[in-house]
C-alpha cells in the first residue's frame, strides 16, 4: 500500500513563499512521474504541476507559472514543490500524487493514484 505524507503548509502572507513536501512510501518512486494538486473550498481537486520520473521534464498551469517550481528527490522518495510570490487564490489543500507521465509531457496533470494523503493546507492572506 502506497502511503504519503505531505508537509510544509501553513500561514503566508501575500507575497510570501512556502516550500511544500511530499515523501512517499510503498512503492518505487523514481519509476513514477509525480505531481501537486490543490483544492479550495467548493472547488474541484486541480492539477497544478507535474514532474516526469527524473525530474528533466516538468510541467506548471500557467495561475502559478513563474511562481511555483516542482522538483524531487529520488533518493530520498521525496517532491518538492517550492511556491513564491504567494496569492491569496493559492489558499487550498494541497495533495502530491503519482501521474500519468506521457499526459504530464504534454501539458496534462491527472492522477492515478488510488491512496491520497492528507494534504497540507497553505493559506494566504492579503
Known amino acids: 500500500q502506497v502511503q504519503v505524507d505531505e508537509s510544509g503548509g501553513g500561514f503566508a502572507q501575500a507575497g510570501g513563499s512556502l516550500r511544500l513536501s511530499c515523501i512517499m512510501s510503498?512503492?518505487?518512486?523514481?519509476?513514477?512521474?509525480m505531481g501537486w494538486f490543490r483544492q479550495a473550498p467548493g472547488n474541484e481537486r486541480e492539477g497544478v504541476s507535474c514532474i516526469n520520473w527524473n525530474g528533466a521534464n516538468a510541467y506548471v498551469i500557467p495561475d502559478v507559472r513563474g511562481r511555483f517550481t516542482i522538483s524531487r528527490d529520488n533518493a530520498k522518495n521525496t517532491l518538492f514543490l517550492q511556491m513564491n510570490m504567494l496569492k491569496p487564490r493559492d489558499t487550498a489543500m494541497y495533495y502530491c500524487?503519482?501521474?500519468?507521465?506521457?499526459?504530464?509531457?504534454?501539458?496534462?496533470?491527472?492522477?492515478?493514484?488510488?491512496?491520497w494523503g492528507r494534504g497540507t493546507q497553505v493559506t494566504v492572506s492579503s
Open positions: 500524487a503519482t501521474v500519468q507521465s506521457q499526459l504530464c509531457l504534454n501539458g496534462r496533470i491527472e492522477a492515478n493514484m488510488k491512496d
Open positions: 510503498g512503492l518505487t518512486f523514481d519509476d513514477y512521474a
